[in-house]
């Protein structure tokens, strides 16, 4: 029998002591949920209240900002410019600054505002417990590297430099910069593993800890990371980079004080935040009360085909917004494309800035008015010991769910600040490489394809073609003439429009683009890829437009596609869809599967082909203008019977002009069978509706609105519910499952055969 | 020297002449259906005030020498032939894509971050134009998939069967290795010679631009086939002008490199943008002959701020890969930053922070400021410096323009005083210092980013509205001395013909230096020399070919290296122009590595991580006769001057109307001081002498500002 004492009953005094007792000797600095829970902005602190009650000159507040702009930008090019990785080369970085409690106040012009603003975890936590912790303090001089999402990132691809900025012996704020590294000693290369089934399988797992002193990398511990991952170089190049840009940030800062006063410097910052936050509460009411949906869902974890359930409900009520993502499957516990809960934030954060306010400062106060609703355990809300290396599935999701339902709740206000869109393609379609190069340097990283993101059709006009990732602007899909010089690979189609793959609408989505590759000078070379959409679509249409397509990947394995080149060059047709359907090449192994592959080496001249997808449509096919369609037929971007198919419109099919009547009554005959076809709603519901899902899905989530009990359903396992939030889902060895498949069946052979 | 150069802009055709050291300057209105009538009325304006009539001065006069936006123009209204392109196969996407980011190029920010509205401009080469090619050749130049040439003559029959008035071809990889691009043009001669169809022109992509990088490559030439018959009759017109009127000689044509040539030897690429750049190299030549030190270059217009930078003995600062109007393109051009803030930039109110926003938005010059009295409504920067009383309303850009503060200030009061809860006067202040921010912004972010410190500069401030803000910029910026250079209104035509002639030859190459999986250094001596001697080689015979002696030509080698595979590559020139040892090269190496620290900070060098060069660039030219400008410091001389009159001006910082005197032409004159604040006005221009700031009159009409020492 034990005797254990209860904090009642003890003395306020015994308790403080016991409190201390537990902080002297807390075992490990693990992520802290008061912090990786809190998006809203830190309370003004005593010196920001004394600055902000005084009152401070809008003018000159206004040149303040001006000033710390230009810095930003400044150290932005820096970056883009210095950097080695290639993520830093198209435009995947950031530098920021940050309030002294740590909230991102201001990035530039430029830079990838979900990088700035996850970045505020870390930071908090730097502050919270390195400050007074004697063996490590804060200083002038320090900066601190950090990569591990469950502290504040987005994946552990992304490596952060932070550094404090003092004035006058004062901590008065914080700078830094981050840029997607890729390579990260991952169990696969590139620095996203898609086969990681814990967090130690990803790679270097850093929280925040001091790498610099003095305005110098302690070399030791450079060395220690470089020991890390398999690419030295590029680890100490861009911890350079990263470092003498912060250096330089710094010193603008300085100037800034030097120039405005210090309380000027962190009054702006402050000022910054808080009107962003009443503008954002401002555009709040004015949308008027209601709710808005939608259901998505992501068809695999790049291991298995699961049909995970991400929904989003936005609610308006009065001078509150609330994003409820309540009914999101389960996390997979040992799959990577679970996402932490701050990461997922900071994400929606940018998706209103990118798609339905991109007027508005790129701050952290955006997001801080809106209330946010998930499930604990669930994939965007994983727990500490869930990995997120591809992270990207549901994290791409949160940049396209919010301008559906922002969309439709925008679309009855007279005041909109930018146009109502369709789903821009959210997947990570680009191919990660690693291997040795034909320079005789190991690497490991991805390609630039990932930049290329068809955009959804608008409320006045189509969509274009892979203009963009899905998390920022003016990113670069880079020169292939530039890429085959360091890497081993030759695209064999760079870029080429895919032909009928795209959201249908009165304005359709923007293409994507064919990419096929092999590796030519290596061979030790090879690919993988991180995307799904291959079953189930991944950009959806708005008001009646169609979703984009879904994607498969394809390979020819065992030629040597150079050899081809010599002997039989007609064998090759420069399009993926020939070359799977006629299989001309002599003696090639030809597969299709789900576009999401673990790495895999390619032998010289074997082929992977993938597709970079379209955005949604927008509108009712029928409602497009047949002068459009027509256009679309003459850049060859959609077959004529599927041009006939879809828009009902009839044309010369010499020269693409339209028969006006002819599509007039062709359409008017397809309203009438829709009229026809039509069944009252209550009906429709009746006959549509099913109490579960069938029984060969691979669910997860909730079913229906109900979001209190998830469907869980593993593959090779029997389907099971649990409370939402109550756990995650651990799933088989494919391979296992796979041994136990031909297991039985041997043992089916041995009873059939009598052997 | 006897010689006339003109800038000829969008509003304005500017001319300068130089004769027998007589400078003159003039202006006229551009005249677009037919160039050269602007080009004669200015021509008229400025022979009146050397005394000798324009055939006689065209007749002895050593060179005309043009830069033009013509090529600018005719982009932005896609003025062009109908092209089609050839691509290798399996690129035929490359160039509608525009590597994804191209939507926003050349806009402001605000655009580019506005994803849902994102549009491409219209492309220069529709989709069905385009047309792939079987062939490919590796990164080193090596066959993969030979051309087939069936193939190819049936796309070249497509593209002239769907009326293409002109082909280019941008084969991947072309620049190391150009023997399909070159065969493509063998095989369009069998197909279609010039006797049966007229001629086609056939650009090749390895021709136009030597780096590699297939978009802008094939943007460079498309953009250069583009502009060719437009810049050829815009331009032939101007040479037929001339002779007419008794001029001989071959007519040069400045570059956007720096440099010039005759027209027969010009690309129309480039032509584009040549004007603003050649107001850099008149402040290069400035700084050099005047002694002046760092500059830092700033043109402000009407509509835009153009930026440049002119370092004291450093390197000479390119664009690799300029914007040009909306695309991306691969040429050494001299590095140039273009700002949209001009005196048209509108004023609007920035409801979010409660204060003023100036642009991207401007009014350009049609309709212009509210107070142009053309039906402009909104409020401009001109509007604000107006109703402040640094303009005279009555002789604004010499008397051509009559201004109406009655329409800037109610622009103001209907879209701005009851926001803001400002009064009139107060919100022109802020939007004269919102306004000088922001350039001052600019041209710090643009320094900055290169490693320099604004103080090491002096403030170069010419254009239309340079000498108005440029005291309101230097306080912004903290710098203490501006130059507003001789001619200062028309000082890009100066510097068209202050160029050297001169052609720049690249050659893409991948050659490491300091190998750090080997840790080897680069021996390989006989390649390298060898494409530095081809460079040269296509240099001189440029050179060669326009009359110029094989003796007077030089070369100036530089190299684009970076660190392992970073994506900056700075420009090094070289001391050598051949490599002999490993001493060579770890010179070579070591100018890298101080050039880098210098621009990215000390210690932020990783040579560990290998050093390669990308671009050997060998600029080749010969050294002409330049405008004399040594006298151009501040002289010793202080003249006080009369003033023509006073009137109240407001300022920055001052609650209350300060009587400010007002000065005319006569102020010019060399010596002659003026305390701020003042106004001087005179033909061409405004200075706007602001409180605490000092005005110095030197030679040639060049104007010194000071700020006084104590001044914050």
Redesign the interface.
């Known amino acids: 029998m034990t005797n254990n004492i209860t904090k009642a009953d003890l003395s306020k005094e015994e308790q403080a002591l016991i409190d201390q007792f537990l902080v002297d000797n807390q075992l490990f600095y693990g992520p802290d949920p008061e912090i990786m829970r809190n998006h809203g902005l830190d309370p003004r602190s005593d010196t920001e209240e004394r600055i902000l009650s005084a009152g401070l000159d ?2 000159k ?3 303040v ?3 710390l ?3 930003l ?3 932005h ?2 970056v ?5 990785a290639p993520g ?2 198209w ?1 995947d970085l950031v530098t920021a600054i940050f309030t002294a409690n740590g909230d991102m106040a201001q990035t530039g ?2 830079g990838i505002v979900v990088f700035a603003s996850v970045c505020q975890y870390p930071v908090k936590f730097i502050r919270k417990y390195w400050v007074n912790e004697p063996t490590v303090g804060v200083r002038d001089g320090d900066a601190f590297i950090h990569n591990d999402s469950a502290y504040g990132n987005i994946h552990n691809t992304d490596q952060s430099l932070m550094m404090p900025v003092f004035w006058q012996g004062n901590l008065v704020c914080w700078v830094s910069s981050t840029i997607h590294e890729g390579e990260n000693g991952a169990i696969e290369p590139g620095g996203m593993p898609s086969i990681a089934e814990t967090k130690y399988d990803e790679g270097l797992k850093m929280c925040p800890f001091k790498i610099v002193e003095n305005f ?1 990398l302690r070399r030791d511990i450079v060395t220690f990371l470089q020991n890390s991952v398999r690419d030295p ?2 680890q ?2 861009d911890m ?2 990263k ?2 840009s912060i ?2 940030l710094r010193e ?1 800062v300085l100037s800034v004080i030097e ?1 405005f006063g210090i309380d000027y410097l962190q009054g702006t910052l402050r000022k ?1 935040l808080e ?2 936050e009443t ?1 954002v509460r401002r555009r709040i009411e004015e949308i008027p009360n209601g709710i808005s949906r939608v259901n998505t869902f992501i068809d695999g974890n790049l291991r298995e085909d699961v049909l995970a359930k991400m929904p989003m409900e936005i609610r308006i009520e009065g001078s509150r917004m609330i994003w409820n993502l309540k009914g999101t499957s389960p996390e997979f516990t040992n799959r990577s494309i679970n996402v932490v809960m701050g990461s997922m934030k900071t994400c929606l954060l940018t998706s209103l800035i ?2 339905v306010w ?4 790129k701050n952290q106060a955006v997001f801080s008015a809106v209330e946010v609703e998930m499930d604990e355990n669930s994939l965007v809300n994983c727990s500490n010991e869930a990995p997120n290396a591809m992270s990207l599935l549901p994290i791409f999701r949160s940049f396209s769910m919010p ?1 559906m339902t922002m969309g439709k709740l925008n679309y009855c206000m007279p005041k909109r600040y ?4 369709a789903n ?1 393609y959210s997947q990570p379609a680009t191919l990660v490489y690693g291997g040795l190069t034909q ?3 190991v690497t490991g990283n991805f390609c630039a394809d990932i ?2 993101n068809g ?1 959804g059709g ?1 409320e006045d ?1 189509d969509g ?5 990732p899905v998390f920022g ?10 890429a ?3 890497l081993p690979y ?8 895919a032909k009928d793959r795209v959201g249908f609408g009165k304005y359709r989505g923007g293409m994507g ?1 064919e990419q ?1 590759a092999t590796v ?1 000078n290596s061979t030790e070379f090879g690919f993988m890829t991180g995307q799904c959409g291959s079953k189930h679509p991944s950009a959806y249409g708005l008001f009646g437009g169609y979703a984009c397509p879904t994607y498969p990947m394809a390979r020819i394995k065992n030629i040597n596609i ?1 050899e081809t ?1 010599k002997n039989n ?1 007609e064998q ?1 047709d ?1 399009d993926m869809i020939t070359l799977m359907n006629e299989r001309k090449i002599t003696g090639g192994d030809y597969y299709v599967q789900d576009a999401g592959m673990n790495f895999e080496l390619c032998n010289e001249g074997e082929i992977y082909m993938i597709c970079q997808g379209a955005g949604g449509g927008y509108g009712d096919v029928l409602d497009r203008d047949p002068s459009m369609v027509a256009k679309d037929l ?4 959609i077959s004529p019977n599927l041009a006939q198919e879809i828009y009902k419109v009839i044309f010369n099919p010499d020269n693409f002009v339209i028969d006006e009547d002819a599509t007039q009554q062709a359409r008017d005959e397809e309203r009438m069978a829709r009229i026809k076809r039509g069944i009252p709603y209550d009906e429709f519901v009746a006959s549509w509706v099913k109490p579960e899902p069938s029984e060969d899905l691979p669910y997860m989530g909730s079913w229906g609105n109900d979001h209190s009990t998830l469907v869980v359903s593993p593959p090779g396992e029997k389907r099971y519910r649990i409370p939402a939030g109550s756990s995650g889902v651990m799933f088989s060895n494919p391979k296992d499952r796979l041994i136990a498949e031909l297991q039985a069946e041997i043992n089916t052979l041995k009873k059939t055969q009598g052997c | 020297m006897r010689r006339i150069s003109v800038d000829i802009g969008g509003t304005f055709t500017d001319c300068f002449v130089a004769w027998d050291g007589h400078y003159i300057g003039a202006k006229a209105l551009t005249t677009h259906h037919n160039l050269a009538q602007g080009f004669n009325d200015a021509l008229d304006i400025a022979v009146q005030g050397i005394g000798i009539e324009k055939r006689s001065i065209l007749a002895g006069i050593d060179s005309v020498r043009y830069a033009t936006t013509l090529g600018t123009n005719a982009l932005i209204e896609r003025k062009g032939p109908r092209i089609g392109l050839l691509v290798t ?6 160039v ?2 525009s ?3 191209g ?2 190029e050349g806009l402001p ?2 655009k ?9 401009p219209d492309p220069l080469v ?3 134009m385009i047309r ?1 090619v ?1 062939e ?1 050749l ?2 080193n130049g090596e066959v ?3 051309l ?1 040439e069936n193939d190819l003559r049936e796309k070249l029959r497509q593209l002239v069967d769907q009326g293409a008035e002109t082909i280019v071809v941008m084969f ?2 072309s ?1 190391v290795n150009a023997a399909h691009e070159l065969r493509v043009r063998d095989v369009f001669l069998e197909e279609y010679p010039s006797y049966l169809l007229g001629a086609i022109p056939l650009l090749l992509s390895h021709q136009v631009a030597g780096r ?5 490559r094939a943007i460079s030439t498309i953009i250069d086939s583009f502009l060719h018959q437009v810049m050829y009759h815009g331009l032939g017109t101007l040479a037929l002008n001339l002779r007419a009127n008794g001029y001989e000689k071959p007519m040069l044509i400045s570059h956007n490199s720096g440099g010039m040539a005759q027209l027969n030897s010009t690309d129309a690429l480039q032509t584009v943008h040549s004007g603003p750049v050649a107001g850099i190299a008149a402040a290069e030549h400035l700084a050099k002959n005047g002694d002046l030190g760092n500059i830092v270059a700033t043109d402000m217009g009407g509509t835009s701020f153009d930026i440049g930078i002119v370092v004291e003995g450093g390197e000479k600062h390119y664009d690799f890969n300029p914007v040009i109007d909306r695309w991306l393109v691969s040429i050494p051009m001299v590095h140039l930053v273009t700002l949209g803030a001009g005196g048209g930039s509108i004023a609007s109110f ?7 926003k100036i642009g991207p938005e401007s009014a350009g010059s049609d309709p212009g400021p509210a107070c142009y009295d053309r039906g402009g409504m909104l409020p401009t920067v001109t509007d604000a410096d107006l109703l402040l009383g640094y303009l005279d309303p009555e002789n604004y850009a010499n008397g051509r323009i009559k201004l109406n503060a009655a329409r800037s200030r109610f622009a103001i009061e209907e879209t701005l005083c009851d926001d803001l809860d400002l009064d009139v006067l107060d919100i022109c202040k ?1 939007i004269k ?2 306004a000088d ?2 350039m001052g ?2 041209i ?2 643009e320094l ?2 290169r490693g320099y410190d604004t103080s090491e500069f002096t403030l170069l401030a010419y254009g239309g509205n340079g000498p108005l803000h440029c005291c309101g910029i230097a306080n ?1 910026l ?1 710098v203490n001395r501006v130059l507003a250079p001789p001619f200062s209104p028309m000082f890009s035509a100066l510097g068209a013909g202050n160029v050297n002639q001169m052609h720049i030859h690249e050659q893409s190459t ?1 050659s ?1 230096l300091f190998d ?3 840790n080897t250094i680069m021996s390989d001596y006989h390649r390298l020399n060898g494409a530095i001697e081809d460079l040269e080689k296509r240099g001189r015979e440029d050179l060669l070919r326009q009359g110029m002696n094989s003796n007077d030509i030089q070369f100036r080698l530089e190299f684009d290296m970076r ?6 590559e700075t420009a090094v020139s070289s001391e050598t122009t051949r490599f002999e040892s490993v001493h060579n090269i770890l010179n070579l190496i070591q100018r890298f590595h101080t050039r880098y620290g210098e621009r ?2 000390e ?2 060098q ?1 040579p ?3 050093v390669r060069i990308n671009t050997i660039r060998v600029s080749s030219y010969v050294e002409l006769d330049k405008v004399d400008f040594k006298h151009i410091k501040p002289v010793t001389e202080k003249r006080s001057v009369e003033p023509v009159s006073q009137r109240l001006c407001h300022f920055v910082g001052y609650d209350k109307p300060v009587m400010t005197r007002v000065y005319d032409d006569s102020a010019t004159k060399a010596g002659s001081f003026i305390n701020g604040p003042a106004v001087v006005t005179t033909k061409d221009t405004t200075y706007l002498v602001e409180p605490n700031w000092s005005y110095h009159a030197s030679h040639k009409g060049a104007v010194w500002f000071f700020k006084r020492k104590g001044a914050a």
Request: aromatic share 8%; hydrophobic share 30%.
């Open positions: 809008a003018q507040v206004n040149m900002r001006g000033r702009t230009a810095a930008d400044e150290t090019t820096m883009e410019q210095m950097g080695v830093a080369k435009g012009t430029h110098q170089k590029l100490l190049a350079k980079v470092l003498h250096i330089r603008r120039e910054s009107d962003t503008e990118l798609y991109p007027d508005l400062p301008p930018t146009a109502i869109n821009t320079h005789g340097e930049n290329g955009t608008r006009k274009e073609h892979s203009l963009s602007y003016m990113a670069d899909t880079g020169e292939m003439e530039l085959e010089e360091e030759v695209r064999l189609v760079a870029q080429k429009l683009y096929i030519k150079f080149f060059p090759f420069f003459e850049e060859e971007l | 196969e399996g690129f035929n996407s490359t509608p894509l590597r994804g980011r939507y926003g920010f605000e580019q971050r506005d994803l849902p509205n994102a549009v491409r529709p989709i069905q792939g079987r490919r590796s990164y993969l998939l030979p087939d991947t990889n620049v590699k990088g297939e978009y802008s920035d409801q979010l922070y409660n204060t003023i802020h210092q919102t921010t922001n912004n600019g710090s972010t900055g980013s912004s903290g991948y490491v750090t999986t080997a660190y392992g595979n970073q994506r900056v990215f900070g210690g932020s990783a560990e991580s290998g």
